[in-house]
């Protein structure tokens, strides 16, 4: 099976500063990743992804690298806002399954 | 509709009881999942539809645990005898391929 794992389980960062949260896979044939954006009594929210044949993909604000070499991956969050706290969680699917296997999250904290 | 719609929000229960979550997907989605997550973790997969096929379980999924999906539209998890460990978060996502999961806001069950 697929074991999925954050880096860190909490980040504090000033508002205005940019926020890097990192995960890291286990299945090297893993081909779709996503980041998630959970608040608190909320479902996860989608926030972006990436295929394994990218290795950066860029959304408002955000932007998510992949590095397949070392199963690696990362989430940047430009200029973060108070309204970015929440917990992260990066997703993973392997090729021919359904499911996504998550790590543990990690809880960002904007400083004002 | 433009989201993942759960049914109810929160739901307490006494330990050996039973009860019924709801979720309505996104009308055109044809897959739909079930997910669990307990506090402080990722969520964790359940089960798995493909239009009214439930094409898989999680070992996670116990006996006293059955999901349907009628119609291969809306779909229901009912849990038999509920235990304390039990408590979680119960996660809904719907998809119209294999990328692309959306969330629902979830069922917070309380067993007490």
């Not at chain 1, 950066?56 to 992949?66: S, Y």
């Not at chain 2, 989605?29 to 669990?36: G, M």
């Amino acid at each position: 099976g697929e074991s999925v794992g954050l880096h860190l389980p909490t980040l504090s960062v000033q508002e205005g500063d940019n926020s890097i949260i990192n995960c890291a896979y286990s299945n090297s044939a893993s081909d779709y990743f996503i980041w998630y954006k959970q608040e608190s009594g909320k479902g996860p929210q989608f926030i972006i992804d990436i295929r394994s044949n990218m290795d950066k993909r860029q959304g408002q604000r955000v932007t998510v690298l992949l590095n397949k070499t070392v199963k690696h991956l990362s989430l940047q969050i430009a200029a973060t806002q108070p309204g970015d706290s929440a917990v992260y969680f990066c997703a993973v699917k392997s090729p021919n399954d359904y499911k996504l296997s998550f790590g543990a999250g990690t809880t960002v904290t904007v400083r004002a | 509709d433009t989201g993942v719609s759960q049914n109810p929000r929160h739901k307490i229960t006494k330990r050996g009881q039973n009860v019924t979550f709801r979720c309505d997907p996104i009308s055109e989605h044809n897959r739909l999942y079930w997910y669990r997550q307990t506090l402080g973790q990722g969520p964790e997969f359940l089960t798995y539809f493909q239009n009214e096929a439930q094409l898989e379980k999680s070992r996670l999924l116990s006996d006293r645990f059955s999901a349907e999906r009628p119609k291969g539209s809306f779909s229901t998890l009912e849990i038999q005898r509920t235990e304390q460990g039990d408590s979680a978060m119960y996660l809904c996502a719907s998809a119209d391929r294999v990328y692309g999961y959306t969330f629902g806001s979830g069922t917070r069950l309380t067993v007490v």
